[in-house]
């Protein structure tokens, strides 16, 4: 069996200790599956550079910015952000996905946890503890409207046949992971992503947590 593919790390924080950290956090990964390719700081400069890095993961340090910079960054660059924060609270989490993360890890975190997280953002999954998934699905749950929203109806008419038949089989099988969805869809995992990609913009929704919910609110495990 080959090795795995190379996992292409963008750093943003202003705090180069954190850079030297992350360095070793990835080099005692298997060898050739994940390098940090640059650590940038925070500021305009950062997202156009980070769209020219092209990296499969950004790691944004949440102290060297504020949330804001992660829609910023999402914006400039399509790769997914995974936060490091030093701490980070149930509601504080919620904030930064809503924002558009696919995760968060704490720099206390052990090594193997924080690899494991990167790798699962890569592969279009979130990094999630139990407890800030269901604050964020009760908060969407909920209907908090998000600025300039279409009518459901219409984003929700934007779907493909195909797309409505990923959401559901999503909903089906929320504990699944992209290859088991894909494998059940019997289509590739790339596509899948791609398609997942498409379903979020057309319905305005950052990540699967939020498809989950929005689905769920507007009954999208209809076939009708």
Known sequence: MGLPRLI?????????????WLQRVLEQAEPGSMELVRAIAPGDEARARAAGIRPDVIVLDIEAGDIAAIARLGAECPAPILVLAAECDGAARVRVMRAGARGV???????????????????GELWLDRVTTGLLLKEL???????????AIGRIANLTERESDIVRALLGEQGANSRELA????IGEQTLRNHFCSIYRKLGIPNRVGLVAYATRHRLDSTG
């Open 8 to 20: 292409r790390l963008l750093l943003v924080t202003a705090d180069r200790d954190v850079a030297l």
């Open 105 to 123: 890890v704490l720099k206390r975190d052990a090594p193997g946890t924080i690899r494991k997280a990167v790798r699962k953002v890569k592969e």
């Open 141 to 151: 749950l909920a209907g908090a409207a998000q600025p300039g929203e279409l009518p």
């Open 183 to 186: 494998a059940r869809l019997r």
